[in-house]
């Protein structure tokens, strides 16, 4: 498997250090819950009075579940939050977000870089200050574990990779075409996780991945789907990077009127859920758990700022999504109430069930 993402990669042009990065850190990688504070350790924390900052890339429902399990940690182990920036997926943006955080003297930085190149400075400037550093997703060259930055959270990419390969097979009972709308921009997670789709993939006799489109902008996967049918009108499902890119590929369906193609992909969004329930296009989904990711970043700063050994690397666990379990899976990644338009048309998609399978037996 390693050596395939490396290949990988490779095709992709993107960069070898980052790719042996991950390939290292995902055989020593910790599980989310082997990583906890004594109760001696928490009361160490709480006498220390820290401080905490977060420095975010963006801004979306999953960045604000894990801001939250990082603000309900901190809130819990007696740290205050001093500030929470976001850079609008600007990197310049986000090296101004660190040049200021860095004059609030933070005890302890969540953060997931944009451009780790650009912003290393900046970092620098912080761990170096005796601020400690709890990354994101995205490793920076160079950074040494223990005296740069505390720890690495991430998801388990080879994992997702694999479940959406099975629920691929699952929605075509294991026999069929394929095609996948990859990431083909120079992004770690989402590099790795497709790398692992098409090598898990493989491993099914009778279903071929039959045509591969890369796309750099979310926006351009509606036109890269219109493409796809016209030159392969055969294929049954399409794998997609992540679930706001499967917007553009949902709509491309429903325009086509290929109500028969099944999408998969990564991430949980109201619009695509929304289509899931109704039994749309949209087959099912590969959720990591975002709050769960921010109340372990917010750990292990606390155990690193009061000189706890921290983990290197930890990983977060994930799970498949369907129909069947939407609620729960929400509630599962993000700990908050699903959103009110989404309970409507679950009940409503319960309801309809309910009377066809009524329908059923009366005949």
């Known amino acids: 498997m390693y050596k395939y993402c490396l290949q990988y990669c490779t095709k992709l042009r993107l960069r070898t250090w980052a790719c042996l990065f991950f390939v290292m850190l995902a055989q020593y990688a910790h599980s989310n819950t082997s990583y906890v504070l004594s109760t001696k350790q928490e009361a160490d924390v709480k006498t220390a009075k820290l401080t905490a900052a977060m420095a975010w890339h963006g801004s979306s429902p999953w960045v604000n579940a894990v801001t939250l399990g990082a603000q309900q940690e901190f809130e819990r182990l007696g740290i205050e939050v001093l500030a929470v920036t976001e850079a609008h997926y600007d990197p310049a ?6 040049e200021t955080l860095a004059v609030l003297e933070p005890d302890i930085l969540l953060s997931l870089s944009i451009d780790s190149f650009s912003s290393k400075p900046s970092y620098l400037r912080l761990s170096r200050s005796g601020t400690q550093l709890v990354l994101l997703s995205n490793p920076i060259a160079g950074f040494m574990h223990g005296e740069d930055y505390a720890g690495l959270v991430g998801d388990n990419v080879e994992g997702m990779g694999q479940a959406a390969a099975k629920l691929v097979a699952e929605a075509i009972s294991n026999h069929g075409r394929v095609g ?110 975002p709050f769960e990711i921010g109340t372990l970043m917010a750990r292990i700063g606390a155990g690193a700022a009061t000189g706890v050994t921290t983990p290197l690397y930890t990983q977060v666990s994930y799970h498949a999504v369907t129909a069947n379990n939407i609620a729960a899976s929400w509630q599962l990644a993000f700990q908050t109430p699903l959103p009110q338009i989404l309970q409507t048309v679950l009940k409503q998609s319960q309801a309809d069930t309910l009377t066809q399978d009524r329908g ?3 005949q």
């Open 360 to 362: 059923s037996d009366a």
């Open 93 to 98: 943006k986000q090296i101004t977000d660190l």
């Open 180 to 289: 996948m709308i990859y990431h083909e921009a120079d992004y770690y997670i989402t590099n790795q996780r497709d790398a692992a789709f098409v090598h898990a993939l493989a491993q099914y006799d009778d279903i071929e991945l039959s045509v591969q489109k890369g796309f750099v902008r979310k926006n351009q996967t509606a036109q890269l789907t219109s493409a796809m049918l016209i030159q392969n009108p055969n294929i049954s499902a399409i794998y997609v990077s992540w679930d706001a890119a499967a917007e553009g590929v949902i709509e491309a369906l429903r325009i086509a009127n290929r109500k028969d193609i099944k999408v998969i992909t990564h991430d949980l969004g109201t619009n695509n859920l929304i289509d899931m329930a109704l039994h749309g296009n949209m087959y099912g989904t590969v959720s990591d758990r």
